[in-house]
């Protein structure tokens, strides 16, 4: 999906031109993973809000649907459900470790395909297309519930792991050095409460809160019940933190000292 568009004026023929931007132009040069995913939750909001189903039902909108899906869930060299991405490839439009598998990607990912059953017409290519779609949807539910929540206990387990573990009865099954926790996690994290933390990959886990993927995981029904009531208790735990004098913070903890200008390209509104 382009991330956007450009009114392009010949003023010799007086004629003008819409032309896409697929990420060529944007910072960076990195296409924009989550707007299709956006697309189809905005086309299913619409469907379920003004009960027309005319517009979803139609061929092109279903063959767009398809072949967002198709690109999304085609094979590639990956072990995991989640959906490996580049940095710079979300909402946050600059370089801030947000490679590999961000968390926000991962649930945009998940409310996408839930929005894609529901408007996929029954008919052969979309009956096709369900069916791959439930069974990466039950592969992807399970690894962020298991692998990328958090709480105090799932933090003292990380804290106690053993490393360079082999096998499928491995428990630290991403092989994470628990030397890599921040100091900050264990101050951050209340007794009752937890969240999707930022990024899980090999010897890496992102402990950042990320607001917008969290907010996500619970209309998209990607947190449980429990784990929902967990994440409202966190924000309340640590309002000051979170909230503060103004809407919810996009990340926390932010950036310190010069690591900003470094990491996020000079961007200030990525600083505390």
Request: aromatic share 12%; hydrophobic share 40%.
């Amino acid at each position: 999906m382009p991330a956007s568009f450009k009114v392009l004026h010949d003023p010799v023929k007086n004629y003008e031109t819409i032309i896409a931007d697929f990420g060529e132009c944007a910072i960076g040069r990195v296409a924009p993973i989550d707007l299709g995913f956006w697309w189809i939750i905005l086309l299913c909001a619409y469907t379920k809000s003004t009960g027309d189903t005319s517009l979803a039902e139609l061929p092109k909108c279903q063959r767009g649907i398809r072949l967002i899906l198709t690109l999304c869930l085609s094979e590639a060299f990956d072990t995991f459900p989640t959906l490996l991405c580049a940095d710079g490839c979300c909402m946050i439009d600059r370089r801030m470790g947000v490679y590999e598998y961000p968390i926000e990607i991962q649930a945009l990912f998940f409310m996408a395909l839930r929005c894609a059953l529901y408007l996929l017409k029954n008919d052969d290519e979309g009956k096709e297309c369900a069916d791959r779609i439930s069974k990466r949807l039950h592969a992807l539910s399970y690894h962020m519930r298991s692998f990328f929540w958090l709480d105090i206990k799932q933090l003292n387990d990380i804290y106690r792991y053993k490393t360079e573990e082999y096998s499928h009865t491995a428990v630290n099954k991403f092989n994470v050095m628990p030397d890599s926790l921040p100091d900050w996690v264990f101050d951050f994290m209340p007794t009752r409460g937890g969240y999707f933390i930022g990024n899980v990959s090999p010897a890496r886990m992102d402990f950042r809160w990320f607001c917008l993927s969290n907010c996500i995981a619970i209309l998209s029904s990607l947190a449980t019940p429990e784990q929902a009531s967990a994440i409202m208790d966190l924000i309340e735990s640590r309002w000051e933190e979170l909230v503060g004098e103004m809407p919810l913070k996009i990340c926390y903890p932010a950036m310190e000292s010069h690591e900003w200008r470094i990491v996020t390209g000079c961007d200030p509104k990525n600083t505390g």
